[in-house]
């Protein structure tokens, strides 16, 4: 038999890192608005959530249709609730992927504000990725009413609502509980000590952002309809201007910002930043 190696690192060692984390960003910095590079981020933000509720929401108008009886649809018929939410994260895994190196492929308010509570973003960033996106879902909205106006407002717009039978206590956890699990899979994913440690991996991290939305469409669709986005939510509010949609925004931006806040700081000083430091000092007082 070999002998066991002992291979932890001592003393300065201990502090190397196979990886390097990038400073916080500023709070505030102007530069950033006389960049081209930033305003092509807008644009990026602003096309991809365009697109991105585009497809979902014609998918959903399609689903209903697909499935009412005085349309002579058959209810086992259509894509079901499994392809709309197929529909929601393959879309974010294709947009996330194609926009992740020009605007870090946000397309959620929500995942924006966590990014900005870490300091990935500055204020600056944050708010102005926040006002494309919600344009945007505007504008992707509007398309799928331009060019299908009848079943548009005959199947609700895709706005989301909370269904009936559910509390609003109930919809804002779900929404708060959703949008967690989006944006930790987002820190998650894209940590650089992740992908020094596994660079032996192919890694793809728009796939995990992109099933983590597929999963909870699953299990929130209905209940909300699914939101864990703002931008998606206001998006077709603005376009179906229901009341019932309007009474139940709130749940729509409440839940989400506090889900991506918890989410922001679960990974940052719990897992990150505060148990790492806690660890150095356990090892350190064992070496004593």
Same mark, same amino acid.
């Given at each position: 038999?070999?002998?066991?190696?002992?291979?932890?690192?001592?003393?300065?060692?201990?502090?190397?890192?196979?990886?390097?984390?990038?400073?916080?960003?500023?709070?505030?910095?102007?530069?950033?608005?006389?960049?081209?590079?930033?305003?092509?981020? +807008?644009?990026?933000?602003?096309?991809?959530?365009?697109?991105?509720?585009?497809?979902?929401?014609?998918?959903?108008?399609?689903?209903?249709?697909?499935?009412?009886?005085?349309?002579?649809?058959?209810?086992?018929?259509?894509?079901?609730?499994?392809?709309?939410?197929?529909?929601?994260?393959?879309? &974010?895994?294709?947009?996330? *992927?194609?926009? =992740?190196? &020009?605007?870090? /492929?946000? &397309?959620?308010?929500?995942?924006?504000?966590?990014?900005?509570?870490?300091?990935?973003?500055?204020?600056?960033?944050?708010? +102005?990725?926040?006002?494309?996106?919600?344009? /945007?879902?505007?504008?992707?909205?509007?398309?799928?009413?331009?060019?299908?106006?009848?079943?548009?407002?005959? *199947?609700?717009?895709?706005?989301?609502?909370?269904?009936?039978? *559910?509390?609003? /206590?109930?919809?804002?956890?779900?929404?708060?509980?959703?949008?967690?699990?989006?944006?930790?899979?987002?820190?998650?994913?894209?940590?650089?000590?992740?992908?020094?440690?596994?660079?032996? &991996?192919?890694? +793809?991290?728009?796939?995990?952002?992109?099933?983590?939305?597929?999963?909870?469409?699953?299990?929130?669709?209905?209940?909300?309809?699914?939101?864990? #986005?703002?931008?998606?939510?206001?998006?077709?509010?603005?376009?179906?201007? #229901?009341?019932?949609?309007?009474?139940?925004?709130?749940?729509?931006?409440?839940?989400?910002?506090?889900?991506? =806040?918890?989410?922001?700081? *679960?990974?940052?000083?719990?897992?990150?930043?505060?148990?790492?430091?806690? +660890?150095?000092?356990?090892?350190?007082?064992? #070496?004593?």
């Amino acid at each position: 038999m070999t002998k066991d190696i002992d291979t932890e690192p001592h003393g300065e060692l201990a502090h190397h890192k196979d990886y390097e984390d990038p400073p916080p960003a500023p709070i505030f910095d102007a530069t950033e608005l006389r960049k081209w590079s930033f305003y092509r981020a +807008l644009i990026a933000e602003f096309v991809a959530t365009l697109l991105f509720l585009y497809i979902t929401i014609l998918t959903v108008i399609g689903y209903k249709s697909q499935t009412d009886p005085a349309n002579g649809g058959d209810a086992c018929g259509g894509v079901g609730v499994l392809g709309i939410a197929w529909a929601f994260g393959g879309m &974010i895994f294709v947009l996330v *992927y194609c926009t =992740a190196g &020009i605007s870090g /492929g946000h &397309i959620n308010p929500a995942v924006t504000f966590g990014l900005f509570l870490a300091r990935k973003v500055t204020l600056v960033r944050a708010l +102005l990725y926040i006002v494309a996106q919600v344009l /945007g879902a505007i504008s992707g909205v509007g398309l799928v009413k331009a060019f299908q106006k009848g079943y548009y407002n005959r *199947y609700k717009g895709g706005a989301n609502m909370l269904a009936d039978g *559910y509390s609003k /206590g109930t919809g804002l956890g779900a929404e708060i509980i959703g949008t967690f699990v989006l944006v930790y899979t987002v820190f998650s994913a894209t940590d650089p000590k992740r992908n020094a440690r596994d660079s032996h &991996i192919p890694v +793809l991290a728009p796939l995990p952002i992109g099933f983590a939305v597929f999963l909870v469409h699953l299990a929130t669709i209905p209940i909300t309809g699914t939101g864990i #986005n703002p931008a998606r939510s206001l998006g077709a509010a603005v376009i179906y201007n #229901n009341e019932k949609a309007w009474d139940d925004q709130w749940i729509f931006w409440v839940g989400p910002f506090i889900g991506a =806040a918890v989410a922001a700081i *679960y990974h940052q000083y719990v897992l990150r930043a505060h148990a790492a430091k806690a +660890l150095g000092s356990f090892k350190s007082s064992q #070496n004593l």
